[in-house]
């Protein structure tokens, strides 16, 4: 690794504690929320994985930022009792590359600090399943990341030529792959993505990145997405949701590759994004082809978790629904949602009961089509020109902790705004057959995964 990071980091140690269980350990020392933690058995506490190591055994010296020091003691199975408020406590690592497909920078201006952040910390993508390029990683992160099994990462791959990953991610992308290449030797894991642009890095690009892929067992998943781009950049105009031939040809590069990990290992291993087979007008996989779905909140397997779950339940919605009034309920969502609804909605309701509305994000213009990224404005006109006459139901993802939309909305605005009878919804089956009234078991997702809005 010729160019070795040395981090502009990092803020000084502070766990903050946002809550401590009663009798337990912590709360037996006097620890309380608000306290402060600079040091676990003599080390600096810099994130959750420092305490996770540290804290593994029966006894454990904490330092808080006043210098006083306490031991913890628990019994076998009994836990510390402390809950922080991050899981980083020394400055989360931002990203230092030039992505050319960087949709945090085709946001506008305007947009709050915290969509903006461009994190690219490996501990996030340990501790949370962020992507990150690993271009930043210094040496010491390296061996940090070996010694206490820092596994699975999730890797930003993108391209594997380098003079493709210069064009698409910077001065540093070698790095990227140096560092992957050690950790892999290391026998510490990663899931992989591959975000895709047409003409640049698809085509005999995708195929040499796979085959590099398929040198490394460690890599126990690829998520293989399209470009998404916004209005607020000059740079592209088109992706592969609007060239359903390129979508068509990518699906049956990746074909071969799927077919062979099956074949060996039971395992797909490639995972094509949902909107690569909405494009192409193709069939989603079954649900034994997404490996339990590793990559789910990536949009890989969402629809065909959906489409599972509403054949379950179709049935017994449509007979349901017959005591309801036209137009009883609207489901508000993005085109690509829609795209998938709409004529399951038709099939069971026919324009009846249910109706889909879907919201064109005029907000972010681009390709962009999800229900996470509407505004409350869109959504807002949408249900205005459409004047629904029963209850609305619209995607509790469109709002964050605070309750806000991303153009800082409430649901209160929204319904002052609108008149319309709107509740939030989380998930689309769920809700309706509740409203419906349908007393219905239905199948848990995968692994406990959320379902589609």
């Known amino acids: 690794m010729a160019w070795d990071p040395i981090h502009a980091r990092r803020k000084p140690c502070r766990a903050v504690i946002k809550d401590i269980e009663e009798e337990s350990p912590a709360w037996c020392i006097g620890l309380e929320p608000g306290m402060v933690l600079t040091h676990v058995n003599g080390v600096p506490l810099r994130d959750m994985i420092e305490w996770q190591w540290q804290s593994d055994g029966f006894e454990v010296e904490i330092t808080t930022d006043e210098g006083d020091a306490a031991v913890m003691e628990r019994d076998f199975g009994e836990d510390w009792g402390i ?87 910077g001065r540093n992308a070698q790095h990227g792959i140096d560092v992957a290449e050690r950790l892999l030797d290391a026998g510490i894991e990663m899931h992989t993505q591959l ?33 998404g781009y916004t209005r607020f950049q000059d740079r592209f105009e088109r992706s592969f949701n609007s060239d359903p031939d390129a979508a068509a040809r990518l699906i049956a590069d990746v074909a071969p590759y799927q077919e062979k990990a099956r074949r060996e290992t039971g395992n797909t291993r490639y995972q094509l994004s949902d909107e690569f087979y909405l494009a192409a007008g193709c069939d989603f996989p079954p649900a034994e082809h997404y490996d339990g779905f590793p990559q789910y909140y990536d949009g890989i397997g969402m629809a065909r978790v959906f489409l599972d779950t509403w054949a379950e339940v179709k049935d017994q919605l449509a007979l349901a629904a017959t005591d309801f009034e036209r137009g009883a309920v609207t489901i508000v969502t993005g ?45 807002v006109d949408a249900i205005n020109e459409e004047q629904p006459s029963g209850i609305v139901l619209i995607p509790a993802i469109t709002f964050n902790a605070s309750a806000l939309t991303l153009d800082d909305m409430t649901l209160a605005d929204l319904k002052a705004q609108t008149g319309a009878d709107i509740r939030l919804c989380d998930d689309v089956v769920e809700s309706l057959l509740e409203f419906f009234g349908v007393d219905a078991k239905v199948a848990d997702a995968p692994q406990g995964l959320g379902r589609y809005e």
């Open 195 to 227: 975000v895709v642009i047409p003409g640049v890095n698809d085509g005999e690009e995708l195929r040499r990145t796979i085959d590099w892929i398929e040198e490394h067992p460690g890599i126990l998943s690829c998520a293989i997405v399209p470009l």
């Open 335 to 379: 085109e690509a949602f829609g795209k998938i609804l709409t004529p399951l909605a038709c099939e069971v309701f026919g324009d009846e009961e249910l109706r889909v509305l879907s919201v064109p994000n005029t907000f972010f213009g681009g390709n962009v089509d999800v229900a996470g990224l509407l505004t409350g404005a869109d959504m």
């Open 83 to 169: 809950v922080f408020t991050d899981c980083i406590f020394d400055g989360i690592e931002v990203c230092r590359n030039n992505c050319s497909f960087c949709f945090m920078r085709m946001l506008p201006d305007n947009m709050r600090p915290a969509l903006t952040l461009r994190d690219d910390d490996y501990r996030l993508s340990f501790l949370q399943g962020n992507f990150v390029t690993l271009t930043n990683v210094a040496q010491e992160d390296c061996e940090r990341i070996i010694d206490q099994n820092v596994s699975p990462l999730h890797m930003s791959l993108h391209a594997i030529s380098p003079e493709v990953r210069r064009e698409l991610i």
